[in-house]
């Protein structure tokens, strides 16, 4: 089946820096590729997504990259703030089917210091 | 944006007895829903996909007789995790297909079971 791995599994900044985690994927079908914030306690939130047919989308602070050739995305936080300290999980649509099911990575835990 | 309603937030059950988690879609019609579980400290694994007015598929070892989803109406999605155990104390969150904006999860509902 799908395999996501997803690094490194926790990360910590100092308050303005950037944050990025890794992903990679096993499925060349793939073809949707989001990233979520999770808080304690409550359900994940889309923070952004990327489609197969698209290099790169920013959305003010938050930017993801993919590179299908290699099998991998990644997600960049800048100017990193208190807040965006959360778990953060990215994820893919193997098999690529439109709202097909989606396999997770592992999650990264990000803790913004101030 | 959508919106999906999950109840309850929390739960406390004996061992033995029988829980319901439901998610209601507030202003879309859901489809398809996904129910995932997640323990502490992991990454969501799904356990089923249910599509309205069929039955539903689960993921390799999940018990389709332990954990009973209904799907009877476009809005509204059912758990049923029955003669649960303290294993399956875990946290549940559901997640419905909504078209152009993608998927949106429920807040969860955390089961403990004692």
């Known amino acids: 089946g799908e395999n996501v791995e997803q690094h490194p599994s926790t990360l910590s900044v100092q308050e303005g820096d950037s944050a990025v985690i890794k992903c990679t994927y096993s499925?060349?079908?793939?073809?949707?590729f989001p990233w979520y914030k999770q808080e304690l306690g409550k359900g994940p939130q889309l923070i952004i997504d990327i489609r197969s047919n698209v290099g790169e989308k920013k959305d003010q602070r938050i930017a993801v990259t993919l590179n299908k050739t290699a099998k991998h995305f990644s997600l960049h936080i800048t100017e990193t703030q208190p807040e965006d300290s959360a778990v953060y999980f990215c994820?893919?649509?193997?098999?690529?089917?439109?709202?097909?099911?989606?396999?997770f990575g592992q999650g990264t835990i990000l803790t913004v210091h101030p | 944006g959508a919106v999906v309603s999950q109840h309850p937030s929390w739960v406390i059950c004996k061992s033995g007895t029988s829980v319901k988690i439901e998610c209601r879609s507030l202003?879309?019609?859901?489809?398809?829903m996904f129910w995932y579980r997640q323990f502490p400290k992991q990454s969501l694994m799904l356990m089923a996909t249910s599509n309205e007015g069929s039955k539903a598929t689960y993921e390799q070892g999940v018990e389709k007789d332990k954990f009973l989803i209904n799907h009877a109406s476009l809005t509204l999605s059912t758990l049923t995790v029955t003669s649960a155990h303290p294993e399956d104390s875990s946290f549940y969150i559901c997640?419905?297909?909504?078209?152009?904006?993608?998927?949106?999860f429920g807040s969860g509902t955390r089961l403990t079971v004692v």
């Open positions: 994820a893919d649509n193997a098999g690529g089917t439109s709202y097909g099911k989606l396999t």
């Open positions: 499925d060349s079908a793939s073809n949707y």
């Open positions: 202003d879309f019609q859901a489809t398809t």
């Open positions: 997640s419905a297909v909504t078209g152009g904006d993608g998927y949106t």
